[in-house]
């Protein structure tokens, strides 16, 4: 939070989040409309992922509900319900990469009609009033944006919010995105995070055709990069560890593939890169990286290791004018264009779609790198609801 920069009041008179008919009373919240969801979640950090039922508020007047259909696994899901994030409100249902289709719409919602393709990223909401949140950059909200999951809902009484491991969530219409109806619902999920993740430091840098763009690690969100690079135009250098990577990564259209301890291979990739998009979330030298990349050249770190990272060497940046940066997601606007960049090239993530009994499975397999590229669960296999909600 920026010092001096006052919290702004809540826009709307806050309701409970969860309207359940237990605590209802005293206050003006009607629960008719309030609907149980079926879903999975976290009971506590060593619970794995278990059945749950749980109550979305009935939409306000700019909500809209949406009846999940798919939603993606990332890996900040595993930290977060693992509660490797530090301490962690449970029970806690994960998932930020969602698609669905509208199911209802508040009276003021005109832009939101029922039976449209959407999706809800990593943010539900956010202060609406800093620079950042006026230019478009929500999610560097200087007073911190809402998390689709496990965050402290200030318009909705504080609740802690619930994601999309889900059958259905209601989500404010300024967070919604549209879902363009060529692109395939389920594998369509993970651009929501992987997807903007990657497309919005690409487009930071403007890269265009005939730039040079390096991708280091070839997971969820480095197998995005490169296809998001290639539909900019730009020629695409993966950088891996494994020899094993080399063909995934050419058929995911890499140009050339680098062996990242073969020191002849990197001396060879000298001063021939723009851009580097390194999604490694382990801690890694990056020095030898700098040396590849050519004058004006940037390097992106998306990835958050746990532990400390080897010394950046200051001569590496300012012998070729390097910029070493991060980047944060995307903001809504953003996210929306890179949608409908993705309907417009035919982009979309490498899935495999799980039923909700393999959430646990994937999880392991998630965190063992086993997956090519992206899990995401089938939310029709979620089951129906019980009569009262945990949540
Ligand atoms: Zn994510
Ligand atoms: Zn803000």
């Given amino acids: 939070m920026t010092p ?6 809540p826009l709307a008179k806050p309701l409970p989040a969860i309207a359940t008919e237990e605590n209802t009373s005293g206050t003006e919240v009607s629960t008719a409309d309030t609907r149980l969801a079926a879903a999975y979640g976290a009971t506590a950090s060593d619970s794995g992922l278990v059945p749950l039922t749980i109550a979305r508020r009935a939409p306000k007047e700019d909500d809209v509900e949406i009846a999940v259909e798919f939603c993606g696994l990332c890996h900040s899901d595993v930290h977060a319900t693992r509660g490797e994030w530090g301490s962690q409100s449970y029970p806690l249902v994960p998932g930020h990469e969602i698609v669905g289709r509208v199911s209802r719409v508040g009276s003021a919602v005109d832009d939101f009609a029922p039976g449209e393709l959407v999706g809800v990223g990593c943010m539900v909401d956010s202060c609406r009033e800093c620079d950042s949140c006026l230019d478009g950059l929500e999610q560097y909200c200087e007073n911190g944006m809402t998390g689709t999951y496990g965050a402290k809902d200030a318009r909705n009484g504080d609740a802690i919010t619930q994601g999309g491991y889900s059958t259905s969530i209601v989500v404010d219409r300024r967070y919604v995105l549209r879902v363009p109806e060529s692109l395939d619902p389920a594998a369509a999920a993970p651009l929501l995070c992987a997807g903007v993740t990657t497309f919005s430091p690409l487009r930071h840098f403007e890269v265009e055709e005939g730039d040079v763009v390096g991708v280091i690690g070839l997971g969820g969100l480095g197998h995005m990069a490169v296809k998001l690079a290639k539909a900019m135009g730009a020629e695409v250098k993966v950088f891996t560890t494994s020899e094993s ?3 995934a990564a050419r058929e995911l259209g890499a140009d050339d593939v680098i062996l990242s301890r073969d020191e002849a291979a990197m001396e060879a990739a000298n001063r021939s890169i723009d851009v580097i998009i390194d999604t490694v979330a382990a801690p890694h030298d990056l020095n030898p990286y700098f040396r590849t990349l050519r004058l004006d ?5 998306l990835g958050l290791p746990s532990e400390a990272m080897p010394p950046v060497n200051p001569g590496a940046l300012i012998r070729r004018r390097i910029a070493y940066a991060g980047s944060l997601i ?5 996210t929306q264009e890179m949608l409908d960049f993705c309907a417009e090239h035919g982009v979309v993530s490498d899935v495999e779609v799980v039923r909700a009994d393999q959430l646990n499975e994937a999880y392991d397999r998630m965190v063992a790198g086993d997956v090519k590229y992206r899990f995401v669960l089938d939310a029709s296999t979620l089951g129906s609801p019980s009569e009262r909600a945990d949540v």
Avoid: D, M, S, T
């Fill in 297 to 301: 050249g940037a390097l992106f770190q």
């Fill in 330 to 334: 995307g903001g809504i606007a953003e």
């Fill in 245 to 247: 990577k080399f063909a």
């Fill in 4 to 9: 001096g920069r006052p919290v702004p009041p």
